[in-house]
């Protein structure tokens, strides 16, 4: 799938939203490839008025949603697998709607045997290319 302009994210929305199935989304791409602008266009879906920003430095956001509460992730900053659990990433996984996570290599090993979704965004500076699974 590819995106070409800002209101395409739309239709990438309407796309993934049906096929939504577990609570753990893993957001793979390079820097300014629209993560976070695919995470803004997902939450107005998912009913959040709350404003969505990156949490590059917060390491997590939260939203609120009809469906219950989103957490937006960032573990781009952090080196290891303990820092990961420092944050308490268990328990918000455990409470959660959806937990939308960018940078996921540091924790994606501790996932085996847990359901998830994988999106990645590639920027090849003319489109976006997305994939889904």
């Not at 209101?7 to 820097?31: A, F, H, R, S, T």
């Not at 996921?104 to 994939?131: A, C, D, F, K, W």
Request: aromatic share 12%; charged share 25%; with cysteine.
């Amino acid at each position: 799938m590819e995106i070409h302009s800002l209101n395409e994210w739309q239709n990438m929305v309407d796309e993934i939203l049906p096929k939504l199935k577990y609570n753990i989304l893993l957001l793979k791409g390079n820097l300014g490839a629209g993560k976070t602008t695919f995470t803004q266009f997902l939450l107005k879906n998912l009913g959040s008025t709350d404003e969505v920003s990156s949490p590059t430095y917060s390491i997590v956001n939260e939203y609120s949603t009809s469906k219950g509460k989103v957490y937006h992730f960032d573990l781009y900053r952090l080196k290891s697998i303990e820092e990961v659990y420092d944050i308490g990433i268990e328990e918000y996984l455990d409470n959660s709607f959806l937990c939308i996570i960018e940078w996921p290599e540091v924790y994606e090993e501790e996932l085996y045997g847990l359901n998830y979704h994988t999106m990645s965004i590639m920027n090849n500076g003319e489109s976006r290319e997305v994939s889904f699974d």
